[in-house]
Nanobody, 117 residues
Framework: VQLQASGGGLVQPGGSLRLSCTFS????????IGWFRQAPEKEREGVAV???????TYAQSVKGRFTISRDTAKNTVYLQMNSLKLEDTAVYYC????????????WGQGTQVTVSS
């Protein structure tokens, strides 16, 4: 399984970005896909998770602003980020966990999101 994250960039507070995570080497339906982020000098935190048969879940800090979705035909999971705040600045990673696995075994490279005026 391989993951490729893209879509990061520089955006002003209040702006929007859409991150993409392209999945290959397996069947997307058999995996949970999570978005994580890590800001400088902070621990990595989970942002959102997409599962084939369960509702998406979100960190409290992004609820109502971020939306995770998956397009099985394109083997891609998206993270739509609206109303971005300075504290959303981080490197964002996507990761995959098999539906029977206990942890995220596959990670993509990060994509930088910078929110700045």
């Amino acid at each position: 399984v391989q993951l490729q994250a893209s879509g990061g960039g520089l955006v002003q507070p209040g702006g929007s970005l859409r991150l993409s995570c392209t999945f290959s080497g397996g069947t997307l339906d058999f995996y949970h896909i999570g978005w994580f982020r890590q800001a400088p000098e902070k621990e990595r935190e989970g942002v959102a998770v997409s599962s084939r048969h369960d509702p998406p879940t979100y960190a409290q800090s992004v609820k109502g602003r971020f939306t995770i979705s998956r397009d099985t035909a394109k083997n891609t999971v998206y993270l739509q980020m609206n109303s971005l705040k300075l504290e959303d600045t981080a490197v964002y990673y996507c990761a995959a966990k098999g539906v029977l696995s206990t942890g995220y075994n596959y990670w993509g490279q990060g994509t930088q999101v910078t929110v700045s005026s």
